[in-house]
């Protein structure tokens, strides 16, 4: 499995990115972690592979929404209303569980590229 992170950028406090996962072959559970500079990678949101149940860190509940579009094999992390302290490296990840939506790092085996957001006036 492989997969492909992209929709990173330069963008404004209180704006909106879309992130995106393409996956090839088959996927279950997918994830987005950031790591910030100097600081652990942390997890910020989850879907499991049928789509109905998710998980999101406490610091982007209400901000953030993930979805997935199983028909092109795509993860979307929607972020919203964004913060400087968002700022980070965001890597997507997937895990061999169909029906739950981890935030435990160690659940998950593939990891893509990650692709940088920045969040900065």
Do not use: H
Request: aromatic residues 12%; glycine residues 12%.
């Amino acid at each position: 499995v492989q997969l492909q992170a992209s929709g990173g950028g330069l963008v404004e406090p209180g704006g909106s990115l879309r992130l995106s996962c393409a996956a090839s072959g088959r996927t279950f559970g997918v994830g987005w972690f950031r790591q910030a500079p100097g600081k652990e990678r942390e997890f910020v949101a989850a879907i499991s592979g049928t789509g109905r149940n998710t998980d999101y860190a406490n610091s982007v509940k209400g901000r953030f929404l993930i979805s997935r579009d199983s028909a092109k094999s795509t993860v979307y992390l929607q972020m919203g209303d964004l913060k400087p302290e968002d700022t980070a490296v965001y890597y997507c990840a997937a895990t061999r569980s169909y029906t739950t939506a981890s935030s435990y790092r160690p659940d998950y085996v593939y990891w893509g590229q990650g692709t940088l957001v920045t969040v900065s006036s």
